[in-house]
């Protein structure tokens, strides 16, 4: 049956701007990067107190901490340590900075890095006076040996319950062989919980990892995403609803993510394997990033960016309850991805061991 012109040229229109509305929501979903600075040397993270809005403080590998203020770089660094640290250019070198949540009062933050003379890793914390570091203020708070130069870890981060957590590679070498990871009497291979003020000895989390580089807790629900650094075939991605709240194990290096690495006995905790993972074929050094929650791109609100070093690959996923996403592969590579940094009101930094600081934008 012939159907009325008017009724063919309406439903013409309909399909037209149901066109045009899905290409406008496609477009709007399409993420990017925009360069904000450049020249640092060797930059490994980037982040800030949220009671600094328009301040960014950049790590560099070498040993200090420089500031943006508003994009721009303030010539002195807030923090120094070149003389104390031990940077290879590699693996070690000043890794890891946390502000307290209390910072905006106390003025406290932590740092982590491989010392002189023998790149074994310190977490110490400093006070700074609003403007730099108040170097006579150091208390050390965490001392390990490190049998190797590689897979130092060195996040170091905070939790919503405001307490302090450090990443532990697992001493180095390949295929962690003193079985670091899965000893619950050594610190290497773990996640720690410290005390801020080291009134209490280090306390052991979790168990089974290999090299953690980059992790974070969503600040919206406390969320940990955990970005653990693969052997020679598969990077991985961990995940923990709400935090961790017992003793955790995440199978290293019985298990290279969900594949069996080498026959053995896990240690204790209870075995956790990964939400994500991919093979080399996709690149070669997980770099763990942050859930968006921010304001400024929409279209990235709840989603976890994470990527690859080697590859410059950038993916993201979702969690929703049980559910996970696929991973969705972002359409701006980033060239010897670092890390990701999270600014003070959540919009994400992607860094450049390159030395430049990105900004995620719609």
């Given at each position: 049956?012939?159907?009325?012109?008017?009724?063919?040229?309406?439903?013409?229109?309909?399909?037209?701007a149901?066109?045009?509305?899905?290409?406008?929501r496609?477009?709007?979903?399409v993420?990017g990067?925009?360069?904000?600075?450049?020249?640092?040397?060797?930059p490994?993270?980037?982040?800030?107190?949220?009671?600094?809005?328009?301040?960014?403080?950049?790590?560099e590998?070498?040993?200090?901490?420089?500031?943006?203020?508003?994009?721009k770089?303030?010539?002195?660094?807030?923090?120094?340590?070149?003389s104390?640290?031990?940077?290879?250019g590699?693996?070690?070198?000043?890794?890891g900075?946390?502000?307290?949540?209390?910072?905006?009062?106390?003025h406290?933050?932590?740092v982590?890095?491989?010392?002189?003379?023998?790149?074994?890793?310190?977490?110490?914390?400093?006070?700074?006076d609003?403007?730099?570091?108040?170097?006579?203020?150091?208390?050390r708070?965490?001392?390990v040996?490190?049998?190797?130069?590689?897979h130092?870890?060195?996040?170091?981060?905070?939790?919503?319950?405001?307490?302090?957590?450090?990443?532990?590679?697992?001493?180095?070498?390949?295929?962690?062989?003193?079985?670091?990871?899965?000893n619950?009497?050594?610190?290497?291979?773990?996640?720690?919980?410290?005390?801020?003020?080291?009134?209490?000895?280090?306390?052991?989390?979790?168990?089974?990892?290999?090299?953690?580089?980059r992790?974070?807790?969503?600040?919206k629900?406390?969320?940990l995403?955990?970005?653990?650094?693969?052997?020679?075939?598969?990077?991985?991605?961990?995940?923990v609803?709400?935090?961790i709240?017992?003793?955790?194990?995440?199978?290293?290096?019985?298990?290279?993510?969900?594949?069996?690495?080498?026959?053995?006995?896990?240690g204790?905790?209870?075995?956790?394997?990964?939400?994500?993972?991919?093979?080399?074929?996709?690149?070669?050094?997980?770099?763990?990033?942050?859930v968006y929650?921010?304001?400024?791109?929409?279209?990235?609100?709840?989603?976890?960016?994470?990527?690859?070093?080697?590859?410059?690959t950038?993916?993201?996923?979702?969690?929703?309850?049980?559910?996970?996403?696929?991973?969705?592969?972002?359409?701006?590579?980033?060239s010897?991805?670092?890390?990701f940094?999270?600014?003070?009101a959540?919009e994400l930094?992607?860094?450049?061991?390159?030395?430049?600081?990105y900004?995620l934008?719609?």
């Amino acid at each position: 049956m012939r159907r009325p012109v008017v009724f063919t040229v309406a439903v013409a229109l309909i399909g037209v701007a149901a066109g045009i509305a899905l290409a406008a929501r496609d477009r709007s979903s399409v993420l990017g990067i925009v360069q904000v600075a450049s020249g640092f040397t060797r930059p490994v993270f980037a982040t800030a107190p949220r009671s600094e809005p328009g301040r960014l403080y950049v790590v560099e590998q070498p040993g200090t901490i420089r500031v943006l203020i508003r994009g721009k770089r303030r010539a002195e660094p807030f923090l120094d340590i070149r003389s104390l640290v031990d940077s290879d250019g590699n693996e070690q070198g000043l890794l890891g900075l946390a502000f307290d949540p209390g910072y905006a009062k106390n003025h406290r933050f932590y740092v982590d890095y491989t010392g002189k003379p023998n790149g074994d890793t310190y977490v110490v914390s400093y006070r700074s006076d609003g403007t730099r570091a108040i170097k006579s203020s150091v208390r050390r708070l965490l001392f390990v040996r490190q049998p190797y130069a590689n897979h130092n870890g060195g996040m170091l981060a905070f939790d919503t319950k405001g307490r302090l957590y450090v990443g532990m590679g697992d001493g180095g070498s390949a295929g962690d062989p003193q079985n670091h990871a899965q000893n619950p009497n050594d610190l290497l291979g773990k996640l720690l919980r410290l005390d801020p003020l080291g009134r209490t000895p280090p306390e052991v989390v979790a168990l089974g990892l290999r090299n953690p580089w980059r992790f974070s807790f969503d600040r919206k629900n406390g969320d940990l995403y955990i970005g653990d650094v693969g052997q020679g075939k598969i990077e991985e991605i961990d995940y923990v609803a709400g935090g961790i709240t017992s003793l955790l194990n995440f199978g290293w290096r019985v298990n290279e993510g969900r594949s069996s690495y080498q026959p053995g006995q896990l240690g204790p905790g209870k075995l956790t394997t990964p939400i994500a993972q991919y093979t080399h074929a996709d690149g070669c050094s997980v770099t763990g990033g942050y859930v968006y929650r921010g304001t400024l791109v929409p279209a990235a609100v709840g989603r976890y960016f994470y990527g690859d070093f080697c590859s410059g690959t950038v993916w993201s996923l979702t969690v929703d309850g049980r559910d996970v996403s696929a991973p969705r592969r972002e359409p701006f590579p980033v060239s010897n991805l670092s890390s990701f940094g999270e600014g003070p009101a959540g919009e994400l930094y992607p860094v450049s061991l390159d030395g430049v600081i990105y900004k995620l934008r719609g």
